[in-house]
C-alpha cells in the first residue's frame, strides 16, 4: 500500500515563508492524486485547506497555497501568522483509496 | 450550516463489535458522499471508508477491510459504520465527514466518537 510522508516537523518565523510538502512512496505525486490537505489544531476536528492539490476552499485564508513541487504536492504558508501553528496533513487519491500523510507539525516562533 | 453529529462510541473488548453513527443537517444528505476517518491517541489522522451518495459503490483501508463495513440511509440522514473483529489497534476516535465532488475530500467534518477496544 502506498505511503505518504510528510516532514514531521517544521519551524517558521512570524511572517515568514514555509512550504510543507508531501510525498508518495510509489513515485512522483502527479495532479491524478488529487492533494487534499488538512489543518488540525489540538483537540479539535481537522479542517479541509485546499482540495485537488492547488484549490482553496471558500474559508481558506489567501496566505496558503497548494502546488507540485519536485515530485510532490506542497502547501506554502506566505505571511504567516501565530495562528497557523498546528498540524497539517495531506491525504492522495491512489488505487481508489485516500492515504494520509504523517502529519507536519507547524510551530510558529 | 452543516453539522455532522458522530454517536456510538464506548469501551469494546477484543474481537467485539460495535457500530457508529452519523446523523447529518444543513445539506442535502443523499448528494453527497461520505467518509470517515479516524485517528488514534496522539496520531495522525487514517482515512477507514468512503460510500458514494447511492450507496453503490464503497471504499475501505486495507486496514478494515472485511472487517468494518461503511452504510447510509438518505431517508434518515445518516451514515454508519459497523465495526467488527475490533483490535486494541482500532482504538480511536472516528470522525464523520462529508466528501464533496471531484475528489474533494472531507470538506465538512463532524466533532467525533471515541472507541476503546481494550479488555
Known amino acids: 500500500q502506498t505511503v505518504v510522508t510528510q516532514e514531521p516537523s517544521l519551524t517558521v518565523s512570524p511572517g515568514g515563508t514555509v512550504t510543507l510538502t508531501c510525498a508518495s512512496s510509489?513515485?512522483?505525486?502527479?495532479?491524478?492524486?488529487?492533494a487534499n490537505w488538512f489543518q488540525q489544531k489540538p483537540g479539535l476536528a481537522p479542517r479541509a485547506l485546499i482540495h485537488?492539490?492547488?484549490n482553496k476552499h471558500s474559508w481558506t485564508p489567501a496566505r496558503f497555497s497548494g502546488s507540485l513541487l519536485g515530485g510532490k504536492a506542497a502547501l506554502t504558508l506566505s505571511g504567516v501568522q501565530p495562528e497557523d501553528e498546528a498540524e497539517y496533513y495531506c491525504?492522495?487519491?491512489?488505487?481508489?483509496?485516500?492515504?494520509f500523510g504523517g502529519g507536519t507539525k507547524l510551530t510558529v516562533l | 450550516e452543516v453539522q455532522l453529529v458522530e454517536s456510538g462510541g464506548g469501551l469494546v473488548q477484543p474481537g467485539g463489535s460495535l457500530k457508529v453513527s452519523c446523523g447529518a443537517s444543513?445539506?442535502?444528505?443523499?448528494?453527497?458522499?461520505m467518509s470517515w476517518v479516524r485517528q488514534a491517541p496522539g496520531e495522525g489522522l487514517e482515512w477507514v471508508a468512503s460510500?458514494?451518495?447511492?450507496?453503490?459503490?464503497?471504499y475501505y483501508a486495507d486496514s478494515v477491510m472485511g472487517r468494518f463495513t461503511i452504510s447510509r440511509d438518505n431517508a434518515k440522514n445518516s451514515l454508519y459504520l459497523q465495526m467488527n473483529s475490533l483490535r486494541a489497534e482500532d482504538t480511536a476516535v472516528y470522525y464523520c465527514?462529508?466528501?464533496?465532488?471531484?475528489?474533494?475530500?472531507?470538506?465538512?467534518w463532524g466533532q467525533g466518537t471515541l472507541v476503546t477496544v481494550s479488555s
Open positions: 460510500i458514494q451518495k447511492d450507496g453503490s459503490e464503497k
Open positions: 491525504s492522495l487519491f491512489s488505487g481508489a483509496a485516500w492515504v
Open positions: 444543513g445539506f442535502t444528505f443523499s448528494s453527497s458522499s
Open positions: 485537488s492539490t492547488v
Open positions: 510509489t513515485g512522483g505525486v502527479t495532479s491524478g492524486h488529487h
Open positions: 465527514a462529508r466528501d464533496g465532488d471531484d475528489y474533494r475530500l472531507c470538506v465538512y
